[in-house]
């Protein structure tokens, strides 16, 4: 009790506080985090005094212009500005169906590094007079949920583009990694029910986790983490076939068991803690297709945002409370990622908790001016005869 009154009183009387934030990048409201914050803050601190960074160095000023305009500020309150190429057009596409918005992000990354394959040329996806002015890992796709990312991963997969997929949220949430997490507790001695619980829910038949069972406790202590891991990948391909993941966190699990080669227990440990954006190197060249709260405090020369549509940016679901807000100032912060390109795609139908479902473009789009934008369509396109690419 002593020390709550303590820290009170220090709160009130302090005078050397220092704060730092932005109430229109506050997108953490699951974590308690809001932009009122900031309010208090200046009425519990009435003598504060107040410095704005209005300058911005990362993105073109239209970029800005139409972030600001987006999130509903006049053009009085439009104070950010920036010296970076102020003629450049904020992208928005419309496509027919998720597919062919996922094919034109391609097309559009394809076309800006000057072709990535014989195909792209002889099909003239890509022409001549396409200059190659960036690299893979100058491009961000950056997603509100993780359900539009299937088509974009299925288009940059087949176009031999790499990649390499980030979010947000902790690793322990992808079933694959949570059974391997249990699977380590239990090589470690904490045989109960708590671990084996998860892990035996993914077996259809009781004498399948039996023999699971036996097998893996006859692992000796000490083996090798990358050994358990394989065994682990093996007994559940089939199970999680369909689980559009599996492969990349295998794939991330594989290198962090590299890590803590001789050591299982430092291998469970940074699972705990593991989070996918913690991986991520902006040496590698590699197109980023990570969740806008991941992107947070990163930046890109191009970015990509697809799914601009009702129900997705703003990302609403039925009988929840929904923080329109919040999810027009989750679009500022991907919007602002961008240094020179910024395109915002939206599709006309699209598969939702899978059901097909008629899609219309947010909301949030409207507010940005004509003269900032410059418009597109794609159309699904039915698969062409088979015909001769030219030789020369």
Aim: aromatic share 12%.
């Amino acid at each position: 009790m002593l020390s709550t009154i303590f820290f009170e009183y220090f709160a009130i009387s302090a005078r050397h506080v220092c704060v730092i934030g932005d109430p229109d990048q506050a997108i953490y409201g699951f974590r308690g985090a809001q932009s009122g914050f900031f309010k208090s803050f200046t009425a519990d601190f009435p003598h504060a005094r107040q410095i704005s960074l209005k300058r911005n160095y990362r993105s073109a000023q239209n970029v800005l212009t139409a972030s600001m305009q987006m999130l509903g500020k006049s053009t009085d309150e439009q104070e950010l500005w920036s010296h970076i190429d102020p003629q450049v057009k904020v992208h928005i596409e419309t496509s027919s169906t998720e597919r062919s918005e996922a094919e034109g992000i391609v097309h559009r990354i394809e076309q800006l590094v000057g072709g990535t394959t014989f195909f792209s040329m002889d099909s003239k996806r890509v022409q001549s007079e396409d200059k190659g002015e960036f690299g893979f890992s100058d491009f961000a796709v950056l997603i509100r949920s993780k359900q539009l990312a299937p088509p974009v991963v299925e288009a940059l997969t087949r176009s031999g583009i790499p990649y390499q997929f980030y979010d947000h949220t902790h690793s322990l949430q992808h079933p694959f990694v949570n059974v391997v997490h249990h699977a380590l507790r239990l090589h470690l001695g904490h045989h109960n029910s708590h671990y084996w619980q998860p892990i035996e829910e993914y077996f259809d038949l009781q004498d399948e986790f039996y023999r699971f069972q036996e097998t893996f406790l006859s692992f000796q202590p000490g083996t090798l983490p990358t050994k358990l891991l394989q065994f682990l990948h093996d007994t559940f391909q089939k199970t999680f076939k369909d689980d559009d993941w599996f492969s990349t966190d295998y794939r991330s699990l594989q290198k962090l068991a590299e890590t803590f080669h001789a050591n299982p227990a430092q291998f469970a440990d940074a699972l705990v803690l593991q989070k996918s954006i913690d991986e991520f190197d902006e040496r590698a060249d590699r197109v980023r297709l990570m969740t806008i709260h991941a992107a947070k405090g990163l930046e890109f020369p191009v970015v990509f945002i697809p799914g601009c549509e009702e129900g997705m940016i703003p990302y609403i679901i039925k009988g929840q409370r929904n923080d329109i807000e919040e999810e027009r100032r989750i679009l500022y912060v991907g919007m602002t990622r961008a240094k020179q390109l910024l395109y915002l795609t939206h599709a006309g139908k699209r598969t939702i908790w899978h059901k097909p479902a008629h899609q219309e473009p947010s909301r949030f789009l409207a507010p940005i001016s004509e003269s900032l934008i410059e418009r597109g369509v794609r159309k699904s396109k039915k698969k062409p005869r088979d015909r001769q690419l030219e030789l020369f």
